[in-house]
């Protein structure tokens, strides 16, 4: 378990959370789920790949592309041992959007015919829906979701003020549904999240592959949210694909990492064509490269990849059993604080084994725009808006929803100071009871 | 400077907010021209009916901030029975003064200037068709570079 002095610790590792925002407030950074910020550890990975090894990899023989091969693949060995795969499983791409829509190109048009089914959920990301409906589109497949259990007794009349209305249901999958696709649909995928960027709700996952096992249905997990804040071990969940971001785990922009089972690799054409990705080419036809190889043609994110190696190391060394722990505590510290403001709505479940430190809610009839406008007055960075995730949005009879998610770096105390901006937002909208 | 969030939110743009005037829709209007501003989802429609080269009578609906309701809003007030040559001059600061947020920062200011958009579409799709798309281009342009 980490204590407070090892957080503190933790902290000074991040230059930037010593920085004073709004007239000298000291930054407090709440937008996690959109992409964290970096440790020196990371910066310095990066800063020493341009300084001493800049290079290209893989297809020279002198020191410099020796060194520079060698950390690259050196962080895609990181990154297998991370969720317990084989390096020859990582492909390193863009983001995990990059990463979804590779599965849809290269796998789900050789794998995708008219009258399949894809299954998604309600609470999906943009980039675990949008994917799947071209792919659908263009095979005259078919597209089914998964519903959240919410129930929206408020009218969705425009004016009416204090959308969301009271509800049952804390968003969790009915699970239902994925058997009722499974037993009227020809189901070929299921593509789910494993942590919603907007509920914060752990999904089943595990059980999920169990009950598409033996039915030829492949399952792709959306670990973008979970990667981060849990240990992860792919071979245990046992899904065919899992893709996340290297941004939202301590690492940079533009890597993104998708794991995909061997024997599907194997079996799949490339994605992309072009450098790298060949072992042969002659004029009219090529030869594949080897696993990974094959899916990353031309130069890749060399600098940026080291840099993620590098954040993985320093997420093992605090341990991704303690993130979770020590987030678990957040969790429950920032619900217990959350109950105590009136008029907030959380959507999401209440129960922490069940949740990340993800908390998207709405204070009374004050617009999440509004209410981010005055918390980065406070020096709190919050988002506000839909969050990518449109179609939940809906489910859930609300235009939009202000979030609040924390990392391995914040404190209670900076959820006191949330809170007590939340409570000046109140009296700023003179919001009344 | 950025203005603080006690001077934007007075209580003129909370009782805008709401309560506004001239909400809804109208039964045949002229014109229904409708935007949002991608950013945050905020979406304003307008109906506008003429009469005599006169704006008649106009309604908005539409969801978002307090800005931005307020504003669409206010704006219907201030062009309510004017003239087409009166509304036509209408610009970015006069919708900032009416709201008394002249020095909005960069972040929100499209919240405040979505509605003055959607009107100036308005105003060019009705002349548009009335003096043709060349003579009625500049309000477009005008509308297109609020931002
Ligand atoms: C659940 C989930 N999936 C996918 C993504 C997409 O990640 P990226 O934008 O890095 O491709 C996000 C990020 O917002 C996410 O939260």
Known sequence: MLSMLDIERIRADFPILGRKVRNGKRLIYFDNAATTQKPKQVIDAIYNYYMNYNANIHRAVHQLSEEATEAYEGSRAKVARFINAKSDEIIFVRNATEAINLVAYAWGRANIRAGDTIVVSEMEHHSNIVPWQILAREKGARLHYIRIDHDTNTSRDDHEKGEGGDSGGDGSLILDDLYHAISHGNVKLLAISHMSNVLGNINPVKEMVEICRDKGIRVLVDGAQSAPHMPVDVKDIDCDFFAFSAHKMLGPTGVGILYTKREILDAMDPFLGGGDMIREVHKYDAVWNDLPWKFEAGTPNIADVIGFGAAVDYLNTIGMENVRLYEDELTRYMLSRLTEVKGLRLYGSMDADRRGAVFSFNLADIHPHDLATILDEDGIAIRSGHHCAQPLMERLGVAATSRASLYIYNTKEEIDRFIDSLERARLIFKVGG | ?147
């Not at chain 2, 039964?27 to 501003?37: F, G, K, L, S």
Request: hydrophobic share 40%; with cysteine.
């Open chain 2, 1 to 147: 400077m950025d203005m603080s969030s006690a001077d934007i939110y007075r209580e003129i743009i909370l009782d805008y907010y709401r309560n506004p005037r001239n909400y809804g829709r109208l039964e045949a209007p002229d014109v229904v021209v409708r935007d949002t501003n991608p950013l945050c989802g905020d979406e304003v429609e307008m109906h506008i009916k003429f009469e005599d080269g006169r704006i008649k009578d106009i309604r908005f609906n539409g969801k978002g901030c307090a800005i931005s309701q307020a504003s669409a809003s206010m704006l219907t007030e201030m062009v309510m029975g004017k003239s087409l040559e009166e509304v036509k001059g209408l610009g970015r600061q006069d919708i900032l003064e009416a709201l008394g947020l002249p020095n909005l920062g960069p972040a929100r200011i499209k919240c405040a200037l979505l509605s003055l958009k959607v009107f100036k579409l308005g105003i060019y799709s009705y002349l548009a068709e009335k003096i043709g798309e060349d003579e009625a281009s500049s309000i477009k342009d005008e509308a297109t570079k609020l931002f």
